[in-house]
């Protein structure tokens, strides 16, 4: 057995075009990979109402404790479009010693580095774990982590338990470091509470704006009351909690393409997802989520009429 190099491992893993849903070939390569160094690969598709299927993987070498388990997901975010990539997205170029790649840094150069090392730690070892036989090491990989995440780590993590599997350790490949690698270690993970801004207009003529309005004007307003005030003091080991806001859906009630000019520029109903990703707890604190339940959000939000806040039932903690 030959370890694979990393660099090369991560450019045939960005030339997968996983973007959530798609595998695009990205967990085959990891199975023939794992495979090919002793380990025994599962691979599942995990399914639920209203979400593509998903596919993910498990692979463990050795059946004794410790129980050292490497995390990560093979799926990225889309492209957009690829005209503005100095690279192609799915390329796995490299020039002046840059990989470039959608996924290069999270986290396909992360999955490469860790397989490669471990891959290295076998050969060194006479192909096991550990000299003396006991260990084991696995790797539990998802493809839906960049979308909803509903078809992913959560139902991989149920299937490792009701299969009898146990963890002592689990190191994630996320990219953290600031500056140089291995500047950060994080200990725990935020998790983020979602609610989708409702913010109806009136429709008008442009030349008559003051019989007409505008549903930007109301949310300008109410995303200055969401962000004005901190929503925390942050903690020890987790920054401030920032709103994340993305562009959700643009609705139009007629069908129109909202590029026509003119008065139905006034008329749509805008809608923007913010995100709130709340800081994880440090032992004996308070449980800083309830400050953020619909109840406290809502009232930050109140500055605007004509506004509903939907939040997402799945917030996450
Ligand atoms: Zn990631």
């Known amino acids: ?36 160094a002793g380990f025994t690969v599962h691979r599942m598709t995990f399914s639920e109402a209203g979400t593509p299927d998903i596919e993910n993987l498990y692979a463990r070498i050795g059946t004794e404790a410790p129980h050292l388990m490497f995390a990560g997901h093979t799926d990225v975010v889309p492209p957009g479009n690829p ?41 060194a070892n006479g192909g096991k774990p550990r000299k003396d036989g006991a260990g084991s090491i ?9 979308s909803v995440a509903i078809n992913g780590t959560v139902k991989l993590l149920q299937w490792a338990k009701e299969r009898g599997e146990r963890f002592d350790h689990c190191i994630l490949g996320e990219p953290g470091n600031v500056e140089t690698l291995g500047d950060t270690v994080k200990l725990g993970r935020r998790g983020s509470q979602n609610g989708v801004l409702v913010i109806t207009g009136r429709q008008g003529h442009v030349a008559y704006p003051h019989r007409a309005d505008n549903p930007v004007r109301g949310l300008v307003r109410l995303m200055t009351a969401l962000m004005d005030e901190p929503l925390d003091q942050g903690s020890e080991r987790f920054d401030p909690v920032e709103p994340g806001v993305h562009l959700h859906r643009h609705r139009q009630s007629d069908g129109e393409p909202h590029s026509r ?3 139905r520029a006034l008329q749509h109903p805008v809608q923007r997802l913010p995100q709130l990703r709340f800081s994880a707890r440090a032992r004996g604190e308070p449980r800083r989520e309830n400050r953020w339940r619909q109840g406290a959000l809502a009232h930050r939000m109140g500055a605007v009429e004509r506004r509903r806040v939907l939040y ?6």
């Open 83 to 123: 005209a503005n990539w100095s690279h192609a997205p799915f390329s796995g170029d490299i020039e002046n010693d840059v990989l470039y790649g959608r996924g290069a840094v999270d986290m396909k150069g992360a999955i490469a580095c860790k397989i490669a090392a471990v891959l290295d730690h076998l050969a």
């Open 1 to 36: 057995m030959t370890a694979p190099d990393p660099v090369s491992l991560a450019r045939d893993l960005l030339r997968c075009p996983s973007v959530t849903p798609a595998e695009g070939g990205a967990l085959a390569l990891l199975q023939t990979v794992l495979e090919g």
């Open 312 to 317: 997402d039932a799945r917030t996450l903690h």
């Open 261 to 263: 000019r003119g008065a």
């Open 138 to 146: 696995s790797f539990l990989i998802t493809g839906d982590e960049e």
